[in-house]
């Protein structure tokens, strides 16, 4: 059994920053992708971030030099470095892992947290 807990969320006023951290958990043997969407009260889930199990990152244009993701392979944990925050970003953010490899039965399956949420006032 494969769990992502993710931690790091909270109230910030704008401009300030935060944090998030997304452990993987479990009979891991590998993951692949790794990444971090929102979704805002009323809004559809967008996806903000996404890191390969090389490192290639790709970014929504809303978080663009402003958002930083990273992992961790030897922890299975990826984070998201969020600064210069605005009202606009408060959502739950979720985070997820693809092709994730389990050990037991060596066949991949996509994974999501249960969600964090953040709140940024103006």
């Known amino acids: 059994q494969v769990q992502l807990v993710e931690s790091g969320g909270g109230l910030v006023q704008a401009g300030g920053s935060l944090r998030l951290s997304c452990a993987a958990s479990?009979?891991?043997?590998?993951?692949?992708?790794m990444g971090w969407s929102r979704q805002a009260p009323g809004k559809q889930r967008e996806l903000v971030a996404t890191i390969t199990a090389g490192g290639s990152t790709n970014y929504a244009d809303s978080v663009k030099g402003r958002f930083t993701i990273s992992r961790d392979n030897a922890k299975n944990t990826v984070y998201l470095q969020m600064n210069s925050l605005k009202p606009e970003d408060t959502a739950v953010y979720y985070c997820?892992?693809?092709?994730?490899?389990?050990?037991?039965?060596?066949?991949?399956?996509?994974?999501w947290g249960q969600g964090t949420q953040v709140t940024v006032s103006s």
């Open positions: 997820n892992a693809d092709q994730v490899v389990v050990v037991a039965t060596k066949r991949a399956y996509d994974y």
């Open positions: 479990g009979s891991i043997f590998s993951i692949g992708s």
